[in-house]
């Protein structure tokens, strides 16, 4: 059974308020008591908390309906009624929320921080009690205030995975393979188009302070912004990463067009994509004839855009494995630097890369963390 699920239409309610209390002291030496209703207890709220060991929208996708508790009724004696408890919605990072009828951003989870939250719906508030309209004119008041109804909206919730590396490529390119080498876990991997039908996370761990979230959607073929093959629906998971990196399978005729086919897909997607930083693979290079359709790209790319790193693999054969890695690790670090977050430079992290490093590969719903087996240098 398929747990990963990235989007959710959902109901939630606020809960109601509790209605005031209509009551009168009553004691044998008080002959003029007067009115002692208390108020309503407030409705619970509907709250959104980011939790980072949530992964997908699954529980909530097929839970669906969520609504708080309502307020407790006002009581004699000037008792409050209890206020009714909140209902807290757990979500990974990089949820969005929207409107479900008109698709307005509501919130926008664009963090990992732990337990952060958001009030989206307030309960209603209590209904006051008798006591509350007392008066020299009127001192026997029979009136109490119900209780306000609490909110209910329907909402779309989506998730984009939140990584530094977003990796693209056409079906059977080797991003799947990519991850494989560098772990004992064992991504499904098979000689045939969109055997990666959900996106994988891999993370890669430098030491104790640092590591690069790396995320692998199924491929793209021509057409997808268009929603051929998988369409568009996994493009959203690569929105939110850092940079991009793509992995192009040089034993294919069709090699030296892939690039740009690619891009051309992102663009239809979201322009913002072709705005991020990139490293480009030209994979399997033990094939005869790719390692010439490789240096051409190489040159090709060289020529129109110098900034973009470009290197010759091969996954299978473990062919310059190791400066993937650290090709990575300099884009991830460079960009985070530049942005003021990176706590360690480029160098140091790269040093370190080299002297101990693993790569954990889990789906996106089961997390498998294995011990880096080492590659050649």
Known sequence: MNLFADEAVIEVAAGKGGNGCVAFRREKYVPMGGPNGGDGGKGGDVVFVVKRNV??????RYKRFFRAKNGGDGMGWNRYGKDGEDVVIAVPPGTTIRDAETNELIHDFATD???????????????????????????????ANKGQEGETR???????????????GFPNAGKSSLLDAFTNARPKIAPYPFTTKIPNLGVLHLDSDRDVVVADIPGIIEGAAEGAGLGIRFLKHISRTACLLFMLDCSDDNALTAYDTLKKELEGFSAELLTKPRLVLCNKIDVEGA??????IRAAIAEREPETPVL??????????????????????????RAGKAALSADAAIATASESSFLATRSVDEAVEVQYPGQEA
Do not use: C, Y
């Open 55 to 60: 992964k997908t929208l699954a529980n909530i």
């Open 113 to 143: 921080s732990e337990d952060e939250r958001f009030v989206f719906l307030k309960g209603g508030n209590g209904g006051w009690g008798n006591v509350h309209f007392k008066s020299s004119t009127n001192q026997a008041p029979r009136t």
């Open 154 to 168: 329907t909402l779309r919730l989506e998730l984009s995975i939140m990584a530094d590396v977003g990796l693209v």
């Open 291 to 296: 390692t010439e359709r490789a240096e051409q």
């Open 312 to 337: 010759a693999v091969s996954v299978l054969a473990h062919t310059n494995m190791n400066e993937v890695r650290l090709a990575i690790l300099r884009l991830v670090t460079a960009l985070e630097a």
